[in-house]
Nanobody, 125 residues
Framework: QVQLVESGGGLAQPGGSLRLSCVVS????????VSWFRQAPGKGREWVSG????????TYADFVKERFTVSRDIAKNTVYLQMNGLKPEDTALYYC??????????????????WGQGTQVTVSS
């Protein structure tokens, strides 16, 4: 049974940092890409970052480049999203999702077959 469980969200001040974790089970990170998405209140869900099955090809949406870093620990079955330089517009529910493919970690949501429940990130002073 495939599961993805996010954690690490919370309240951060502008300019602050948070690290999100996505613990996966039921599949091997070495076989499938995983991405992070987010959904702000009143907006659609948008792709944030992705990591391919080799763990070497990380991609980012323009609005988080140079601020967010995606990584993984295969031994812990965990994908991380390190978020630095947080802005109020980063406030959203953050989800991790399993791709159907090993290489694809982009924005096309039908290419993802399993999703976590999300973790809330709020950036406010």
């Amino acid at each position: 049974q495939v599961q993805l469980v996010e954690s690490g969200g919370g309240l951060a001040q502008p300019g602050g940092s948070l690290r999100l974790s996505c613990v996966v089970s039921g599949f091997t990170l070495g076989n499938f890409a995983v991405s992070w998405f987010r959904q702000a209140p009143g907006k659609g869900r948008e792709w944030v970052s992705g990591l391919d099955s080799t763990g070497t090809d990380a991609t980012y949406a323009d609005f988080v480049k140079e601020r967010f870093t995606v990584s993984r620990d295969i031994a812990k079955n965990t994908v991380y999203l390190q978020m630095n330089g947080l802005k109020p517009e980063d406030t959203a529910l953050y989800y991790c999702a399993k791709s159907k493919f090993s290489f694809y970690s982009g924005y096309y949501q039908p290419d993802y077959d399993f999703w976590g429940q999300g973790t809330q990130v709020t950036v406010s002073s």
